[in-house]
């Protein structure tokens, strides 16, 4: 074992694994690692340890290292000052560091955004979830879930040492097997899941992949902002799932995909979140990935499209560590607007199946509407596909309307997953025939917390003064629903049974959920552009739809208040709303109710909650949707009369926002 103690701990060093934490993209956990995958699993081959071994990842420059009984590094990703004793040491090659010995990592000049320091044997961290990777957002994984500081003391595994039969030519990288990192970057994209004519116009499509995009300095890991010309859009709002465009029935993501957030496109990135409402049109395929973690503000973005099965797979880097530079392998990709093929189910339901990048596929069932004999429709093939088990599908994940099937092409072809999901589908139960367990969770509610307050204040401040729904989110909210007064938003909040249609929504557990009647179904618009930051559990409403932020981080959902933790890593084992070793609170179907508390009872309740002593009260019970769908006839005229009343109001806005330039982007002075 190795020891190194941290002199300096750089900007942003954090210890990754490759690929990460894979296997809870449903439960809204991403799966983190190194943002550029490709340097860091090249600087592993060349000390001779498996290409994912725990490594740190460094923005805008490395730490100092001490090492008292000496070892082994390669450091590797964007240009950087190395040093050995004062010495000057190369990148991309082993390096000797003698007992006692200083490892300096300067800091970065351009181009590029990260380097990596992996070491001799892989660093050893306890893992979680199944990955050391750092999730510092979340504060687990990694070094006791956050960056590394001065002080902190770490460990690597056994030097594997140099291979034998060719030490001197496995003890670096040769130019030409180091990826090109610039300022100017081709990334090659596949269509879909949402393009033309749909979502997006032609000539929206035209223009994403006929533009440079500039990158902007709010990026992080969890995604890279552009600026760019925005959409002019195919359709003039998104219905139910928000009056923008953008707006859709929430929906699992990929990492890569290019996401409106409004008008704004962010490439999500390995901490970036698994579950939302916005349309994607493009997404980069697996192998340019790792470009995403060298692009500095300012660089400059244009997409390729390619074909999706000519796109390099980079799984495995062979024997030679070689990788195909630059990877754009083709100049027009599939034109097929992203949709792989449509067919009818048994029961008569439309189903699409589009394309999330080179490795997914999102099943989507009927039209662009809330129907929960949708979503039943869509957790029986759930539960179907979870029951085979079939080797190489890697990630499903539900959505409002759909299931996303991520999967690894080294084990199974896009062409078999497609005829799996068609094949399953025939064998599946009649949907009004769905009763499963749903259990009933009471969660406190701070109303129009001063969290929120603050969030709101944050956003008038450093992203948008003037947007339709500030100051005040409950307003916009009783505005655009014609509500009498901002009480009705209380009482409609407060009356609501909520139900777990996904979870993951802005990351760890996090509820997407709708009321049960639709008479307390408030719908709203999400935020345009997004929030840089929503304080953890605050409860907002997107669309048709109510989630509790499992964590702070970006969103766009017009807050309410704030709840109680619905993820809790730190839970005991005693612990009575959490289930043993799992530390997120809800499962799908659950109901959700509110009850009124203050903010300062709620302080205490978070407190308690977080320490492990909190106690959720959860009863159990049942969905039936014959049930239900006998509930909607019974009461179909109040239900259409709200409806009328919402949809006026709906138009409303969405007129005044018109005169705005709210759509356009030229908005009024």
């Known amino acids: 074992m190795t020891r190194i103690e941290v002199l300096e701990p750089g900007m942003l060093s954090t210890v990754q694994d490759w690929p990460g934490r894979v296997g809870y993209w449903h439960i809204g956990v991403p799966p983190s690692g190194p943002m550029d995958d490709l340097s860091f699993r090249i600087g592993n081959r060349v000390l001779q340890n498996a290409e994912g071994a725990a490594g740190l990842e460094c923005t805008r420059g490395g730490p100092t290292l001490r090492f008292p009984d000496g070892g082994r590094v390669c450091v590797t990703g964007a240009p950087v000052p190395v040093h050995v004793n004062g010495n000057p040491a190369p990148q991309w090659q082993s390096i000797s560091v003698p007992a006692g010995g200083i490892l300096e990592v300067g800091t970065l000049a351009g181009p590029g955004m990260r380097c990596y320091v992996l070491i001799a044997g892989g660093l050893a961290e306890p893992e979680y979830l199944g990955s050391t990777a750092t999730f510092t957002m979340a504060a687990f994984g990694g070094h006791l879930g956050r960056a590394l500081r001065a002080g902190d003391t770490l460990t690597a595994g056994a030097d594997p040492g140099p291979h034998e039969d060719r030490p001197d030519r496995d003890a670096r990288a040769a130019i030409d097997e180091q990826p090109a990192i610039g300022r100017r970057w081709e ?231 497609t005829e799996l999901i068609a094949r399953t589908d025939d064998h599946l139960p009649d949907t009004g025939d769905l009763v499963v367990p749903s259990r009933t969770v009471r969660l406190p509610l701070s109303w129009d917390d001063p969290a929120t307050h603050e ?88 669309g048709a739809y109510l989630c509790i932020y499992g964590m702070e981080g970006p969103g766009g959902y017009q807050f309410v208040g704030r709840t109680t933790q619905v993820w809790n890593h730190c839970h005991p084992a005693e612990a009575t709303s959490f289930e043993p070793g799992t530390p997120w609170l809800l499962r799908y179907f659950d109901r959700i109710e509110f009850y009124p508390v203050s903010a300062a009872e709620l302080i205490d309740l978070r407190a308690d909650m977080g320490a492990g002593r909190g106690h959720v009260d959860i009863t159990d019970g049942q969905f039936s949707m014959r049930d239900y769908t006998a509930f909607l006839a019974e009461n179909a005229d109040p239900i259409a009369g709200f409806r009328a009343q919402q949809s006026a109001a709906f138009a409303a806005e969405r007129a005044a926002w018109d005169r705005a330039g709210e759509f356009t982007g030229q908005r009024a002075s």
């Open 187 to 417: 990334l090659a994209v596949t269509e879909g899941p949402h393009g033309a004519p749909e979502f997006f116009t032609r000539a929206d499509m035209d223009t994403i992949v006929g533009t440079d995009y500039t990158v902007h300095f709010n990026s992080d890991r969890t995604g890279v902002r552009l600026e760019g010309p925005g959409p002019q859009w195919a359709r003039t709002d998104g219905g139910e799932a928000g009056l923008h465009p953008s707006n859709i029935h929430d929906n699992a993501y990929c990492v890569g995909a290019l996401d409106f957030t409004g008008d704004t496109p962010i490439l999500l990135g390995p901490d970036g979140p698994s579950l939302g409402g916005f349309v994607c049109p493009v997404t980069v395929v697996r192998a340019d990935r790792w470009k995403l973690g060298q692009m500095a503000p300012g660089d400059t973005v244009r997409f390729v499209p390619v074909r999706a099965d000519r796109a390099a797979a980079l799984s495995t880097i062979d024997a030679d560590r070689r990788a195909s530079f630059p990877l754009v392998l083709s100049s027009t990709g599939d034109g097929d607007d992203g949709v792989l093929s449509q067919f009818t189910a048994a029961d008569g339901t439309e189903v699409t199946l589009r394309r999330c990048g080179d490795a997914g596929v999102l099943a989507e069932y009927g039209p662009m509407a809330l129907d929960l004999a949708m979503r039943a429709r869509v957790h029986a093939l759930h539960q179907h596909l979870d029951d085979l088990g079939t080797p190489g599908l890697t990630e499903l994940t539900p959505g409002v309307r759909s299931l996303q099937v991520q999967f690894d092409p080294a084990a199974i072809s896009l062409s078999e997953v």
């Open 455 to 542: 969030a709101i204040q944050r956003y008038m401040h450093g992203v948008r003064s003037d947007a339709p729904w500030c100051p005040s989110n409950i307003e916009f909210i009783r505005r655009i629903n014609g509500l009498a007064d901002v009480s009705d938003v209380h009482d409609t909040v407060f009356g609501a049974q909520y139900l777990v249609l996904g979870l993951g929504d802005v990351y760890l557990g996090a509820p997407v959920a709708t009321p049960l009647d639709p008479r307390h179904r408030l719908v709203t618009t999400k935020y345009n552009p997004a929030r840089t930051w929503t304080p953890e559990n605050a409860v907002g409403i997107g």
